[in-house]
């Protein structure tokens, strides 16, 4: 039996970080016994375990306990786990560490800057080390962006250190360990940078160079004698203009070593405390994946460039040896037009990076920047060696746990791309688009694609942060949650996308079952669904979320046209069903807390409901808003007087869509989950194996490596169809990778953090097999399936210690397991080779030659009639047909034979 995944907080050995609480969590793996049976945490001040301070055992819960124990500033923490099992096992953790910051420890630094004529200072202090050196901490903030360097080795792995930051509330300051890189005599340099604090970030043109640059440090040592000594920013310190002239997170970066070290040096400034100081709690964020080129192009307009054959976000490090005196500048893109490089859909993002060389050998990168990209342009000198440059993907740490691999390429292709939508899109704060004037934390997205996140990705310290600067944010707006962060609108809010504050906490405690967390965001919650109500009660108080500006189903092709922003669904029905779903989550959050408040916000549930049920529903049952995203809804929240009704009404208006999808970031994103949970698992595969527009296969056949803006965002000639709203890499439509976790693998929790699950996986010829890890909160489920050669389905399932799932194989009677792994071989009477059937569309029938002789040979009016332009006919099907086959003067039975021979093509 092994511990592992021990984390706290859900972080690694978390250093310096702001711990509002201390939540420890663990997993068992390789064990033989189902459950635990008693367990143990220690905390001591040694790492030998010698010095213990606290302990606990019993009741112990592997999704969070807490260690209550007062903390001490500069203190690093041990701790170990130990767990029994019902089988006799025992096990113990690794000795683990957490060590705190300063706390309440007042600082002794000052704040210095330049003066105001001056940017992208690089400060200077040296000094002398005399004595043996025990440990060394750094406590360190640089607005807007900081590198900092002891004896020209950079201090930690974080780039773009101090990450973004609640600007109007305060700046994190960031804690690294520096015993190592002391000697006898010490150069300490720190390297400024304008980032999102300072240069141009946000829609429009906004710029913020009235916040000064700033910087504020501590170098505390801890000698072996025993002593102490602080080294600290002051006037000592000195600063010059560095290599540095241009940085902007949309712009890029410019390096010029022409004549750099000739800047004179010039005393720092002491300037006001620009803001308040708090220990991190942004992730690490860092390179977390290196990529070579995969090809270097020389283009028709005669250009260099470097395709990484990946589309996502970072930067590009170069080292090749660049002659003094020569220019070098990159240039990104995401896609190629014509085969030449192109980035006019990046609007006004020069996404640039340019170094003018010294000649001195070094790794060239940019420091204070990231950059959106597939291509490269190199330009400046011919020779470019391609092995010399590689790509490095930025992101949050973050642990993936999903993992999926089925039968079928393209549908492994479009898992990566929902992957790699989030991993260029979590870089400190979940962003709408990593390349263009724009990378903001827009709510609305983050809200649609956070529980498919949660399958990707261990996203609970990344959406603590997230979650915490939207509080901050929404305190300073009375309650109001913003549509982006950082916010340059107060004040302005909307439905779905301000419902993020109740929806991603929600998917929070659904994932990782933390009721600590759960409390932390209960206010968010709570204060959000309170500011819609108050406003809905200055009106007269229908209950109904129908007032403001929406979004609505942002991107739908029902507009008024396919690039319409604007969809079809009524905003007032969509906005009051997710007001009715916050409110509801509420009700949720404070039962699960023990809170009063439940029935009162039960009630104001209950109350939307019927606000919505009279306003939007006839009184026989039928919706009134008869659209794809209507239905859509209205089954996800479970809102309807008959649900029949709202099923045939679903159907009724997708065969009058032609069975296209219609929906924007509300439908869209939720359309096959929904199908597959109400009985229409067979239309959510036909969606999603679409390969023509609008589906997620079309994307991947035009070689996308991420998931686009738009449906048609590349038209089917390569071109891309516009320049004003069109990301390449923009993960909202990445959600339907939630249907291959939840329904075609079959996971899903009924207990908060998976401690209880189904697996009740959906089998699917074109997909061929399914193998599928999630590695959750609470341990690994494996759902596995294979349709054999004859027909049988074989399934292997695993169910991690301490849990259990009610598993549900086709046509079998579920059954409740506990932890252990399983196989199942069964046959079904429906036969799952079966690619076709009566309901199957002549689109996909006449793309196969056997299905083609059957329709030849039974009904070929239908073969050679239908008019292969016409999009409503070639979504007709056999049956449509049969109910007129008097038409076809042909005789029903030719139907059915048709039908017979066409359901026994098989895989």
Same mark, same amino acid.
């Given at each position: 039996?092994?511990?592992?995944?021990?984390?706290?907080?859900?972080?690694?050995?978390?250093?310096?970080?702001?711990?509002?609480?201390?939540?420890?969590?663990?997993?068992?793996?390789?064990?033989?016994?189902?459950?635990?049976?008693?367990?143990?945490?220690?905390?001591?001040?040694?790492?030998?375990?010698?010095?213990?301070?606290?302990?606990?055992?019993?009741?112990?819960?592997?999704?969070?306990?807490?260690?209550?124990?007062?903390?001490?500033?500069?203190?690093?923490?041990?701790?170990?786990?130990?767990?029994?099992?019902?089988?006799?096992?025992?096990?113990?953790?690794?000795?683990?560490?957490?060590?705190?910051?300063?706390?309440?420890?007042?600082?002794?630094?000052?704040?210095?800057?330049?003066?105001?004529?001056?940017?992208?200072?690089?400060?200077?202090?040296?000094?002398?080390?005399?004595?043996?050196?025990?440990?060394?901490?750094?406590?360190?903030?640089?607005?807007?962006?900081?590198?900092?360097?002891?004896?020209?080795?950079?201090?930690?792995?974080?780039?773009?250190?101090?990450?973004?930051?609640?600007?109007?509330?305060?700046?994190?300051?960031?804690?690294?360990?520096?015993?190592?890189?002391?000697?006898?005599?010490?150069?300490?340099?720190?390297?400024?940078?304008?980032?999102?604090?300072?240069?141009?970030?946000?829609?429009?043109?906004?710029?913020?160079?009235?916040?000064?640059?700033?910087?504020?440090?501590?170098?505390?040592?801890?000698?072996?004698?025993?002593?102490?000594?602080?080294?600290?920013?002051?006037?000592?310190?000195?600063?010059?203009?560095?290599?540095?002239?241009?940085?902007?997170?949309?712009?890029?970066?410019?390096?010029?070593?022409?004549?750099?070290?000739?800047?004179?040096?010039?005393?720092?400034?002491?300037?006001?405390?620009?803001?308040?100081?708090?220990?991190?709690?942004?992730?690490?964020?860092?390179?977390?994946?290196?990529?070579?080129?995969?090809?270097?192009?020389?283009?028709?307009?005669?250009?260099?460039?470097?395709?990484?054959?990946?589309?996502?976000?970072?930067?590009?490090?170069?080292?090749?040896?660049?002659?003094?005196?020569?220019?070098?500048?990159?240039?990104?893109?995401?896609?190629?037009?014509?085969?030449?490089?192109?980035?006019?859909?990046?609007?006004?993002?020069?996404?640039?990076?340019?170094?003018?060389?010294?000649?001195?050998?070094?790794?060239?990168?940019?420091?204070?920047?990231?950059?959106?990209?597939?291509?490269?342009?190199?330009?400046?000198?011919?020779?470019?060696?391609?092995?010399?440059?590689?790509?490095?993907?930025?992101?949050?740490?973050?642990?993936?746990?999903?993992?999926?691999?089925?039968?079928?390429?393209?549908?492994?292709?479009?898992?990566?791309?929902?992957?790699?939508?989030?991993?260029?899109?979590?870089?400190?704060?979940?962003?709408?688009?990593?390349?263009?004037?724009?990378?903001?934390?827009?709510?609305?997205?983050?809200?649609?694609?956070?529980? =498919? /996140? #949660?399958?990707?990705? &261990?996203?609970? +310290? $990344?959406?603590? %942060?997230? @979650?915490? !600067?939207?509080?901050?944010?929404?305190?300073?707006?009375?309650?109001?949650?913003?549509?982006?962060?950082?916010?340059?609108?107060?004040?302005? =809010? /909307? #439905?779905?996308?301000? &419902?993020?504050? +109740? $929806?991603?906490? %929600?998917? @929070?405690? !659904?994932?990782?079952?933390?009721?600590?967390?759960?409390?932390?965001?209960?206010?968010?919650?709570?204060?959000?669904?309170?500011?819609?109500?108050?406003?809905?009660?200055?009106?007269?108080?229908?209950?109904?979320?129908?007032?403001?500006?929406?979004?609505?189903?942002?991107?739908?092709?029902?507009?008024?046209?396919?690039?319409?922003?604007?969809?079809?669904?009524?905003?007032?029905?969509?906005?009051?069903?997710?007001?009715?779903?916050?409110?509801?989550?509420?009700?949720?959050?404070?039962?699960?807390?023990?809170?009063?408040?439940?029935?009162?916000?039960?009630?104001?549930?209950?109350?939307?409901?019927?606000?919505?049920?009279?306003?939007?529903?006839?009184?026989?049952?039928?919706?009134?808003?008869?659209?794809?995203?209507?239905?859509?809804?209205?089954?996800?929240?479970?809102?309807?007087?008959?649900?029949?009704?709202?099923?045939?009404?679903?159907?009724?208006?997708?065969?009058?869509?032609?069975?296209?999808?219609?929906?924007?970031?509300?439908?869209?994103?939720?359309?096959?989950?929904?199908?597959?949970?109400?009985?229409?698992?067979?239309?959510?595969?036909?969606?999603?194996?679409?390969?023509?527009?609008?589906?997620?296969?079309?994307?991947?056949?035009?070689?996308?490596?991420?998931?686009?803006?738009?449906?048609?965002?590349?038209?089917?000639?390569?071109?891309?169809?516009?320049?004003?709203?069109?990301?390449?890499?923009?993960?909202?439509?990445?959600?339907?990778?939630?249907?291959?976790?939840?329904?075609?693998?079959?996971?899903?929790?009924?207990?908060?953090?998976?401690?209880?699950?189904?697996?009740?996986?959906?089998?699917?010829?074109?997909?061929?097999?399914?193998?599928?890890?999630?590695?959750?909160?609470?341990?690994?489920?494996?759902?596995?399936?294979?349709?054999?050669?004859?027909?049988?389905?074989?399934?292997?399932?695993?169910?991690?210690?301490?849990?259990?799932?009610?598993?549900?194989?086709?046509?079998?009677?579920?059954?409740?397991?506990?932890?252990?792994?399983?196989?199942?071989?069964?046959?079904?009477?429906?036969?799952?080779?079966?690619?076709?059937?009566?309901?199957?569309?002549?689109?996909?029938?006449?793309?196969?030659?056997?299905?083609?002789?059957?329709?030849?040979?039974?009904?070929?009016?239908?073969?050679?009639?239908?008019?292969?332009?016409?999009?409503?006919?070639?979504?007709?099907?056999?049956?449509?047909?049969?109910?007129?086959?008097?038409?076809?003067?042909?005789?029903?039975?030719?139907?059915?034979?048709?039908?017979?021979?066409?359901?026994?093509?098989?895989?």
């Amino acid at each position: 039996m092994e511990i592992y995944a021990v984390k706290i907080n859900g972080l690694d050995h978390p250093m310096g970080f702001d711990f509002e609480h201390l939540l420890c969590s663990w997993k068992v793996r390789n064990n033989k016994g189902k459950k635990q049976t008693q367990a143990k945490i220690q905390v001591a001040k040694d790492e030998k375990m010698s010095e213990v301070i606290w302990e606990k055992e019993g009741g112990l819960d592997s999704l969070g306990t807490v260690l209550e124990f007062s903390m001490r500033p500069y203190t690093r923490y041990y701790y170990q786990i130990t767990v029994h099992s019902d089988a006799g096992e025992e096990s113990k953790s690794e000795v683990l560490y957490f060590e705190t910051a300063k706390l309440e420890e007042p600082w002794t630094a000052k704040w210095i800057g330049v003066r105001r004529e001056d940017t992208h200072p690089e400060f200077r202090r040296d000094f002398s080390i005399t004595k043996e050196v025990k440990s060394a901490r750094l406590y360190i903030c640089g607005l807007g962006i900081f590198e900092t360097y002891l004896g020209g080795k950079k201090v930690g792995n974080d780039l773009l250190a101090p990450f973004i930051n609640d600007y109007e509330e305060h700046y994190q300051y960031c804690t690294y360990d520096v015993t190592e890189l002391l000697d006898t005599e010490n150069e300490w340099m720190v390297l400024l940078g304008d980032g999102w604090y300072r240069g141009h970030f946000g829609l429009g043109e906004p710029t913020h160079y009235e916040r000064p640059l700033a910087l504020i440090a501590e170098l505390h040592i801890w000698y072996a004698d025993g002593t102490t000594e602080t080294i600290c920013t002051d006037e000592s310190w000195q600063y010059r203009k560095s290599f540095t002239t241009l940085s902007d997170i949309y712009n890029g970066e410019t390096q010029d070593y022409g004549n750099w070290q000739a800047e004179s040096w010039k005393e720092s400034v002491l300037i006001k405390a620009p803001g308040k100081l708090c220990a991190r709690y942004s992730s690490a964020l860092h390179d977390m994946e290196h990529l070579p080129v995969k090809e270097v192009i020389h283009t028709p307009a005669g250009e260099t460039v470097l395709d990484f054959g990946q589309n996502f976000a970072g930067h590009v490090v170069c080292t090749q040896p660049i002659p003094q005196g020569i220019t070098m500048t990159l240039e990104f893109g995401e896609i190629l037009q014509e085969g030449n490089f192109y980035h006019e859909n990046y609007r006004h993002a020069e996404s640039r990076f340019t170094y003018v060389s010294d000649g001195v050998p070094r790794e060239i990168r940019p420091r204070f920047t990231f950059f959106g990209f597939r291509y490269v342009k190199v330009s400046g000198f011919e020779q470019v060696d391609a092995s010399c440059f590689e790509g490095r993907a930025i992101y949050s740490e973050m642990d993936q746990i999903g993992f999926i691999k089925t039968g079928n390429p393209k549908i492994n292709q479009l898992f990566s791309n929902s992957l790699w939508g989030l991993k260029s899109n979590f870089v400190d704060m979940p962003t709408d688009c990593p390349q263009r004037d724009e990378r903001l934390g827009w709510t609305g997205d983050a809200q649609v694609f956070c529980t =498919t /996140a #949660g399958y990707h990705m &261990d996203t609970r +310290a $990344f959406y603590h %942060k997230f @979650l915490r !600067d939207l509080r901050s944010d929404q305190k300073r707006n009375h309650g109001g949650a913003a549509i982006y962060l950082p916010n340059a609108f107060p004040g302005l =809010t /909307a #439905g779905i996308w301000s &419902d993020v504050a +109740a $929806f991603m906490p %929600k998917m @929070l405690y !659904d994932y990782y079952g933390s009721k600590e967390e759960l409390a932390v965001n209960y206010p968010l919650m709570k204060d959000w669904v309170d500011y819609v109500y108050r406003q809905d009660c200055s009106r007269g108080k229908k209950n109904l979320y129908d007032f403001g500006f929406q979004f609505g189903d942002w991107l739908a092709l029902d507009g008024a046209t396919e690039q319409s922003t604007f969809g079809r669904t009524d905003n007032g029905y969509v906005c009051s069903m997710y007001y009715w779903a916050s409110t509801r989550y509420v009700a949720d959050a404070a039962e699960a807390l023990g809170l009063a408040e439940v029935s009162e916000y039960a009630d104001r549930a209950e109350d939307i409901k019927e606000a919505i049920l009279s306003e939007y529903f006839t009184s026989s049952g039928r919706l009134a808003v008869d659209t794809q995203t209507g239905y859509l809804v209205a089954l996800k929240f479970g809102i309807y007087k008959d649900k029949q009704k709202v099923i045939d009404g679903l159907k009724n208006r997708m065969k009058q869509d032609l069975n296209r999808l219609k929906g924007g970031f509300v439908g869209s994103t939720m359309m096959n989950c929904v199908l597959a949970e109400n009985g229409m698992v067979d239309k959510a595969y036909d969606l999603l194996l679409y390969e023509g527009f609008p589906g997620w296969l079309y994307a991947v056949n035009l070689g996308a490596t991420t998931i686009w803006e738009r449906w048609n965002s590349v038209l089917p000639d390569g071109t891309i169809s516009g320049t004003q709203m069109n990301s390449l890499n923009h993960y909202s439509y990445g959600s339907v990778v939630e249907f291959l976790y939840r329904y075609a693998a079959g996971i899903v929790p009924t207990a908060p953090g998976f401690k209880k699950a189904r697996i009740a996986p959906c089998p699917e010829i074109r997909l061929g097999h399914m193998e599928c890890s999630y590695d959750s909160v609470s341990g690994k489920y494996v759902s596995n399936w294979r349709i054999e050669d004859d027909g049988s389905l074989s399934f292997y399932i695993e169910i991690p210690f301490g849990c259990e799932a009610e598993v549900i194989l086709p046509e079998q009677e579920s059954k409740i397991l506990e932890a252990g792994s399983y196989d199942f071989h069964i046959r079904t009477d429906k036969d799952y080779r079966a690619l076709y059937s009566a309901d199957t569309p002549y689109e996909r029938l006449f793309a196969d030659e056997r299905a083609v002789e059957i329709l030849k040979k039974y009904v070929p009016e239908i073969y050679y009639g239908t008019n292969r332009e016409d999009q409503e006919a070639m979504n007709k099907c056999l049956n449509d047909s049969k109910t007129r086959a008097a038409l076809f003067r042909n005789p029903t039975e030719s139907f059915d034979r048709a039908i017979g021979e066409i359901r026994a093509i098989r895989a």
